[in-house]
């Protein structure tokens, strides 16, 4: 064996400690390197979502002059239901059109002036004199929505890469450029987006429909899944004998957390839907499919929170006498109810952005009613994005990413929420 000299030695020491030093430093490098390219993505991702849709926030208007003529809507009694609804309000619309476009002649280019006003416009003629029966046989000038494809090339118009043509027309462009002269053109924000159900009409389209199906959904789910995981926690941890059928169990419910959301879906559609003859598109299916879905990951965070709460907690309640069913109630519940409500809060952000399981009991119907209760038919915000993204106008495209813009607002806020939560009641145990 060779003797080191003490310098020598020295020497050798210092260049393993400056080796180590140099990969300390590198593993620091490539910490922070991934957390960089991390964050760079997600923000690559927000970025594109909100460039894409920030612009569905807005929606085109186009002022026009009209004439609520009793002979032309076959309306005489605005209190009448029946003839309101079979009045021909869209022919009030078409007569404004051709009366501010007096040089439009033929049917071809009258049926293409006609498409640049929304087929909703109607409908707001109609609700706008239900409101106010003394407009009737009076000239007013009213905002009307514009159709998508105006809609879309309007606020395209200061675009670097120049506006979206799509199915805009040579006539449409002049007829366009004309009202934008007259000051007949504006955009406002888009408030239908959040007041409205689905439509074929992109302009007409909102998500009011979908947030209140998934509203009804989590409702299901959450009242149904909390105390359901908080019980089979509570007795797993404090009243289950300690066996093989237990050991099973345990296995059984963390690998139940890692399964496939779609195969809760194949579950519900078996269970709930063929078996109990539950309706299909219902928030009540679509709640009951998301209750098995989430209670793994609540019974899992519930019984975290159950053992952090320490065992002289139980033995200081048992030696005054209480009961082993009172010291769960009055003392350990309420210990760890901080974190019990942490993880149900995270199980619902999950169900929240949950598509494949409701995709398998048909919530992805187009339904353009907002759902008033559990029963009635519905879809959810994530089906929705989901439907958008599907279709092939331009303005679908904005459409879905701000409904993914809102639903990503929604997640932030519950996982903040359950972050805040458990700061604030969690108690730290020395």
């Not at 009409?201 to 409702?219: D, K, Q």
């Not at 009055?330 to 901080?338: D, G, I, Q, S, T």
């Not at 959810?380 to 303005?395: C, N, T």
């Not at 903040?416 to 145990?429: D, G, M, Q, Y």
Request: charged share 20%.
């Amino acid at each position: 064996m060779t003797n080191l000299t003490p310098a020598s030695r020295e020497q050798k020491i210092q260049r393993g400690l400056k080796k180590r030093h140099r990969a300390e430093r590198r593993f620091r490098i490539y910490g922070a390197s991934a957390i960089i390219f991390g964050l760079m993505c997600v923000f690559l991702l927000f970025a594109d979502i909100i460039s894409k849709g920030h612009k569905a926030f807005l929606l085109t208007y186009i002022n026009l002059e009209v004439v609520y003529d009793q002979d032309a809507l076959g309306v005489d009694d605005p209190a009448d239901a029946i003839q309101m609804s079979s009045g021909d309000f869209h022919g009030v619309v078409k007569a404004g059109l051709r009366n501010r476009f007096l040089d439009v002649n033929g049917r071809k280019n009258k049926r293409e002036l006609y498409s640049i006003i929304s087929n909703g416009a109607g409908y707001e003629l109609r609700d706008s004199l239900k409101d106010k029966p003394a407009l009737l046989n009076k000239t007013i000038k009213v905002w009307l929505i514009a159709d998508d494809d105006i809609d879309t090339y309007y606020k395209s118009l200061g675009d670097k890469t120049g506006p979206f043509k799509g199915r805009m027309t040579d006539n449409k462009e002049v007829w366009l450029q004309e009202l934008m002269r007259s000051g007949d053109v504006e955009t406002r924000f888009n408030f239908s987006f959040f007041s409205q159900g689905d439509s074929r009409e992109p302009e007409l389209a909102g998500i009011r429909g979908a947030a209140m199906g998934s509203f009804y959904t989590l409702v299901i789910t959450i009242f149904l899944a909390f105390p359901l995981g908080v019980a089979a926690a509570v007795y797993l941890e404090e009243f289950a004998p300690r066996n093989r059928w237990t050991d099973l169990i345990e296995v059984n419910i963390n690998n139940l957390a890692a399964v496939p959301s779609i195969i809760f879906g194949l579950l519900g559609l078996a269970v709930f839907i063929n078996f109990f003859h539950v309706p299909r598109s219902v928030p009540l299916v679509g709640g009951l499919v998301l209750t098995l879905m989430t209670l793994p990951t609540i019974i899992i965070s519930s019984r975290a929170a159950i053992k952090s709460v320490p065992p002289s907690i139980r033995e200081a309640a048992i030696g005054v006498g209480a009961s082993p069913m009172q010291v769960v109630l009055h003392h350990v519940l309420p210990l760890a109810m901080p974190g019990m409500l942490t993880g149900a809060i995270i199980g619902m952000a999950r169900a929240l952005g949950e598509t494949a399981p409701l995709l398998m009991i048909g919530m992805v119907a187009f339904i353009v009613d907002i759902p008033n209760g559990f029963t009635d038919p519905a879809t959810a915000l994530p089906v929705q994005i989901f439907l958008w993204a599907d279709s092939p106008e331009r303005a679908f495209v904005e459409k879905t990413s701000a409904a993914i813009m809102v639903l990503l607002a929604f997640l932030v806020v519950m996982n903040t929420f359950a972050v805040v939560l458990r700061k604030r009641l969690e108690r730290r145990w020395s």
